[in-house]
């Protein structure tokens, strides 16, 4: 199994940016999809951005709040997959978590259930 552990959240002004980092704890991430997601209170959880496997092809996807602005990776050497946050709005304000799952199918990638693995979350925010 692998556990994955986010780090790099914190207070950045608007149009700024921060930099998250999930590594993996246990098994390499190679073989796992593995997304970011983020919550503010009384909110659902929101997909952000996620990659697919290397067995997969490695795709990318974003949300479209994102785009453009937000760039996932993934570095196998390290083990950990990063997101890179630009132009920040006061509305990236949450909590993000990094997640993995094995198997995870196109259609379900942007929905939490996918997951399996989930990482304690780390806070960003963006004071307006």
């Known amino acids: 199994q692998v556990q994955p552990v986010e780090s790099g959240g914190g207070l950045v002004q608007a149009g700024g940016s921060l930099t998250l980092s999930c590594a993996a704890n246990?098994?390499?991430?190679?073989?796992?999809?593995v997304s970011w997601f983020r919550q503010t209170p009384g909110k659902e959880r929101e997909f952000v951005a996620g990659?697919?496997?290397?067995?997969?092809?490695?795709?990318?996807y974003y949300a479209d709040s994102v785009k453009g602005r937000f760039t996932i990776s993934r570095d196998n050497a390290k083990n950990t997959v990063s997101l890179q946050m630009s132009s920040l709005k006061p509305e990236d304000t949450a909590v993000y978590y990094c997640?993995?799952?094995?198997?995870?199918?196109?259609?379900?990638?942007?929905?939490?259930?996918?997951?399996?693995?989930w990482g304690q979350g780390t806070q960003v925010t963006v004071p307006s």
């Open positions: 997640a993995a799952g094995s198997g995870v199918i196109l259609s379900s990638l942007r929905s939490g259930a996918a997951y399996y693995y």
């Open positions: 246990g098994q390499s991430f190679r073989s796992y999809t």
């Open positions: 990659i697919r496997s290397s067995g997969s092809g490695g795709r990318i």
